[in-house]
């Protein structure tokens, strides 16, 4: 949730100080190198002289081990963390490409989400609940409605409601459709995408 909104901000800072870089209003070019002081511009005579001046200073500053050093850890933990920022977006726009890929290969092949048991464990079922789970593959065998937080049972393959699952395992210690036992330890939540198919 607070990713989209950094990620704003973050590129409003680079168009603002792209602008101002522009106009000649500021030095840096973007956030990033205000942050870690890169200034990009030519290269002139009281540069040189600067340069060197500041050499002679660093000199000095590093036989004490002084503000420079710790000036130089922060623009590293600067430049680092920028480093990091940036992976970040670029792994979550391949995540989020990969995702929608996925998505549009199901729908191309006609996949679906819905589940159904196995057809050998249906055809040990008795009649009425054999006709239950046949005709509606979609709703949940206990509670008769559409499928809340999909749960298979292991063991079996038929598919619940969490809720009305993990309730009658804990009180009956088996499978309440098929007779099979079973613990909460074979129950899997399954997670299908809203609107998959049904």
């Given at each position: 949730?607070?990713?989209?909104?950094?990620?704003?901000?973050?590129?409003?800072?680079?168009?603002?100080?792209?602008?101002?870089?522009?106009?000649?209003?500021?030095?840096?070019?973007?956030?990033?190198?205000?942050?870690?002081?890169?200034?990009?511009?030519?290269?002139?005579?009281?540069?040189?002289?600067?340069?060197?001046?500041?050499?002679?200073?660093?000199?000095?500053?590093?036989?004490?081990?002084?503000?420079?050093?710790?000036?130089?850890?922060?623009?590293?933990?600067?430049?680092?963390?920028?480093?990091?920022?940036?992976?970040?977006?670029?792994?979550?726009?391949?995540?989020?490409?990969?995702?929608?890929?996925?998505?549009?290969?199901?729908?191309?092949?006609?996949?679906?989400?819905?589940?159904?048991p196995p057809e050998s464990?249906?055809?040990?079922?008795?009649?009425?609940?054999?006709?239950?789970?046949?005709?509606?593959?979609?709703?949940?065998?206990?509670?008769?409605?559409?499928?809340?937080?999909?749960?298979?049972?292991?063991?079996?393959?038929?598919?619940?409601?969490?809720?009305?699952?993990?309730?009658?395992?804990?009180s009956e210690g088996r499978?309440?459709?098929?007779?099979?036992?079973?613990?909460?330890?074979?129950?899997?939540?399954?997670?299908?995408?809203?609107?998959?198919?049904?």
């Amino acid at each position: 949730m607070v990713y989209p909104y950094l990620r704003l901000s973050f590129s409003s800072l680079s168009l603002l100080s792209s602008f101002l870089y522009l106009h000649g209003m500021t030095v840096y070019h973007s956030p990033s190198d205000w942050v870690i002081g890169q200034v990009v511009r030519r290269k002139t005579v009281q540069d040189v002289r600067g340069v060197a001046a500041a050499r002679e200073l660093n000199q000095r500053g590093k036989g004490r081990g002084g503000a420079g050093e710790g000036r130089s850890r922060a623009r590293m933990i600067a430049m680092t963390a920028v480093f990091a920022f940036t992976v970040y977006g670029w792994v979550k726009n391949a995540r989020e490409e990969i995702r929608k890929a996925r998505k549009e290969g199901r729908r191309e092949r006609g996949e679906t989400s819905q589940m159904s048991p196995p057809e050998s464990a249906i055809n040990s079922l008795p009649n009425e609940t054999k006709r239950i789970v046949v005709e509606t593959p979609h709703l949940c065998p206990l509670c008769l409605r559409k499928r809340v937080n999909p749960t298979i049972v292991k063991e079996t393959g038929f598919v619940y409601c969490y809720r009305c699952i993990v309730g009658a395992v804990r009180s009956e210690g088996r499978d309440p459709v098929s007779g099979v036992a079973c613990s909460e330890d074979g129950l899997i939540r399954l997670f299908v995408e809203e609107g998959g198919g049904e």
